[in-house]
């Protein structure tokens, strides 16, 4: 959990801040019409970023620093007979070693997305005051404007289907990888792209299912 949860806090923070202020930059770009109000720049950013910015971007972040560890750490248990020493001592291997990063995916990750959601939101904030695309009076009024707390539930769904995927698919090509170091790298690799795309796939049905 520490490593899950506390170790990607400030590459989420980074990431979600600067695409909240793009986000605003280019929603108040293309918005041409003087009889469009600027306040719906804000709640667009809120919308975007709550259902659909904050868990996939976070997720294929997350997909890419933490699959890649789970596997090569596995991987290399496998590669060097520790798992098969398990084995042999008595103990569940997939029990003592994935069932741990399991968990810590599926509770870490809807907070990082939570941390992920109000970063972003606060990053279009400051884009939009600093650029002077839109006032933060006028923002705040749109974050705040027919607001529907069932967007959250969606997106923590995503983010509890998301952690369960960035930590199972990896952990599963590592610990059945065979061969050497470049059997282990070649592992790690797969594992990140499955992860992406399955996180992808995911997102579309979890959208359709909710939305």
Do not use: H, W
Request: hydrophobic share 50%; proline share 4%.
């Amino acid at each position: 959990m520490d490593y899950v949860g506390v170790g990607s806090v400030g590459l989420i923070a980074i990431i979600s801040t600067f695409i909240g202020a793009v986000m605003t930059l280019q929603i108040a770009f293309q918005l041409v019409s003087d009889f469009i109000p600027k306040t719906i720049i804000g709640s667009v950013n809120r919308d975007s970023s709550i259902l659909e910015l904050s868990p996939t971007i976070s997720a294929i972040v997350l997909a890419g620093k933490i699959g890649s560890a789970i596997s090569s750490e596995i991987g290399s248990m496998r590669v060097t007979e520790q798992i098969d020493a398990l084995e042999i001592m008595g103990i569940n291997a997939p029990g003592y070693l994935i069932l741990p990063k399991i968990i810590s995916g599926i509770t870490m990750v809807p907070m990082l997305v939570i941390i992920s959601m109000f970063l972003s939101i606060t990053g279009g904030y400051i884009g939009g005051s600093i650029s002077g695309a839109v006032t933060p009076a006028e923002y705040l009024q749109g974050i705040t404007t027919d607001f529907n707390p069932y967007t959250i539930v969606v997106a923590l769904v995503k983010a509890f289907v998301f952690g369960f995927i960035i930590t199972s698919v990896p952990a599963y090509e590592g610990f059945y990888v065979r061969g050497g170091a470049l059997e282990v790298s070649m592992a790690s690799t797969r594992a990140v792209v499955i992860s992406c795309i399955s996180i992808l796939v995911c997102d579309y049905l979890v959208t359709q299912l909710l939305l």
